[in-house]
């Protein structure tokens, strides 16, 4: 475990932040325009689908982000075959929910594996390694929830609506998406950024430069 009297203990975050605090908007407002533009519109799968790959990327974000800051510290080999076995379980969950449910179900096996196992083994894992308790996490998680919410379902609107105006559709994800990084910025400065992630945020105005004063 990491010793709890470091000032640096958490630096380890510093290489999946970025990871953690990707968001499934763009896609989410995006997927149709693209499926439509590129292959056609019969054969965007709908709705329901593009809305069961916006769950896998937050399911997904989360899971990789508890994985690594866990294993660059401590208990490599378990998270070394717990992916593996993470990774088996998607599949099979995908086949045995692809053939009734189409195309959604085939998507969906893969959140039902992050739920039932690699969910509730990195949870388990996080407090042994470092010194942090669930509810702290789960307060920083509901914290991106909350203001994360609203534009997903703004993304979504897009989706829907806009589908098949292009140009509409893709100046409407990116009004959404700058109104989202103004809106998080108090949220978003207090993640350990990389150095370089972190004056790029400075410099787009993000987050603001005195928060990393007496910083590298």
């Keep these: ?3 709890p009297s470091s000032t640096n203990w958490y630096e380890p975050v510093d290489d999946v932040a970025p990871i953690i ?3 499934p908007l763009v896609p989410a407002a ?3 325009t693209f499926v439509r533009m590129l292959m056609g519109p019969d054969l965007y799968a709908g709705s329901a689908v593009n809305a069961a790959i916006g769950l896998n990327l937050i399911l997904g974000a989360i899971v990789t982000g508890l994985f690594k800051v866990v294993g660059s510290v401590a208990f490599r080999p378990l998270i070394g ?5 993470y990774g088996v379980l998607a599949v099979t969950f995908s086949l045995a929910l692809g053939s ?17 196992f690699a969910l509730p083994l990195g949870l388990w894992l996080l407090p042994k390694a470092y010194p942090i308790h669930l509810w702290e996490l789960g307060t920083w998680w509901l914290s991106w929830a909350l203001r994360s919410l609203p534009f997903l379902a703004a993304a979504a609107l897009i989706s829907h609506r806009l589908a098949d105006q292009t140009g509409w559709c893709l100046a409407a994800t990116a009004a959404v998406g700058v109104l989202f990084l103004v809106t998080s910025g108090p949220v978003i400065a207090d993640v350990p950024w990389p150095v370089t992630a972190r004056r790029i945020l400075v410099r787009c ?6 928060h990393f004063q007496g910083t590298p």
């Design 81 to 85: 075959l717990s992916t593996l076995i």
């Design 1 to 3: 475990m990491i010793d």
């Design 21 to 23: 605090a990707r968001s």
């Design 30 to 32: 995006l997927n149709a």
């Design 100 to 116: 009734p449910f189409g195309l959604v179900g085939a998507v969906l096996g893969t959140a039902v594996a992050t739920v039932l």
């Design 205 to 210: 105005r993000v987050i603001p430069a005195a």
